[in-house]
């Protein structure tokens, strides 16, 4: 049975960091990625890595600030995020996929969902 399981989540001042982490079992996976779901607002794709090769996407809000990386050896999947700003509030999931992926394509193409971590960004 495939789980992914995030944690790190929580309430931190703008200019704050957190770290998410996924912790990934029961099955193999290409790519990994992580979403945010702001409240009243569609869930949207923040990072992509290819789980072999490293990092292949971040959206535009958080390149320079966000950092995806992973440990192959505990199937871990991180987010490290800095310099937070309240608009970065968002319920963040991680989510994986068997195949590759390395274009924008439908979110119904991630083959698995984390049950998703609770950021506030607040003062």
């Known amino acids: 049975q495939v789980q992914l399981v995030e944690s790190g989540g929580g309430l931190v001042q703008p200019g704050g960091s957190l770290r998410l982490s996924c912790a990934a079992s029961g099955g193999t996976f290409r790519t990994m990625a992580w979403f945010r779901q702001a409240p009243g607002k569609e869930r949207e794709l923040v990072a992509r890595l290819i789980w072999l090769s490293g990092p292949t996407y971040y959206t535009d809000s958080v390149e320079g600030r966000f950092t995806t990386s992973r440990d192959t050896d505990n199937n871990t999947l991180y987010l490290q995020m800095n310099s937070l700003k309240p608009e970065d509030t968002a319920v963040y999931y991680c989510?994986?996929?068997?195949?590759?992926?390395?274009?924008?394509?439908?979110?119904?193409?991630?083959?698995?969902w984390g049950q998703g971590t609770q950021v506030t960004v607040s003062s």
């Open positions: 989510a994986a996929a068997r195949r590759g992926i390395i274009t924008m394509v439908p979110q119904k193409d991630y083959d698995y």
